[in-house]
């Protein structure tokens, strides 16, 4: 008996173990270089002027909107923190988010619900991104966040899209005056049931280890 309830126990917990993993797996939309790490002709180059990009099932549609001629998407592989979504109306010819040029909008409405982020490349010299969350397409709304870093923001709000665009114009001290979105990061968030089943769980876990006190004490 003692054997069983510890093996009980034991699959309890390992059921625990999977649905927490399950729960707080995260999907990568990695602009640089793609799905599982390699360049593909749907995630480089240019890409029109909006585009749909999937990954482990999940999907973002990213849309361009900016001024000049041949306003599109572009994905760059360019090496080292040159790597993401940019337009391809950049002055430069950087193919990056220039600044006064446009933004690039990502479609996220297939993920609310979802912790997400993004994280940003090509902010060399002071280079600076902003983020808006909006409800309407082709609309900038309320400012997320601002920096000049190529670390990652957590996307606040709920929005349906949110908006990328560069803030900082070009100088004399190498900032270039655009910026690229390195990448998104989707990471689930537990539905209530889920949470329901893994206190379950735990409880389940107690009691079974209390019934097996209780044995070893009366036998």
Sequence with gaps: MKVRSLTAAVALAGALAISATAANATTVFDFGVGPNG?????WGGNQGVSHTYTASGLSVTATAYGSGSGNQLYGKHSGGDENGLGMTNDP????EIYYGK????????SLLGDA????????TGGEEWAVYGSN??????????HGTTEGSLNLTGGYKYYDVKSIQPANQYGNGGNVLIKS?????VPEPADWALMIGGVFAIGATLRQQRRRLIEA
């Design 102 to 109: 446009g933004f690039i909008q990502l479609d996220v409405s």
């Design 92 to 95: 430069s010819g950087e193919h």
């Design 38 to 42: 390699v360049s593909t002709s749907s």
């Design 184 to 188: 998104l990061s989707v990471s689930a």
């Design 116 to 123: 997400l982020s993004l994280a940003f490349g090509s902010t």
């Design 136 to 145: 309407t397409a082709d609309t900038i709304g309320s400012e997320i966040g």
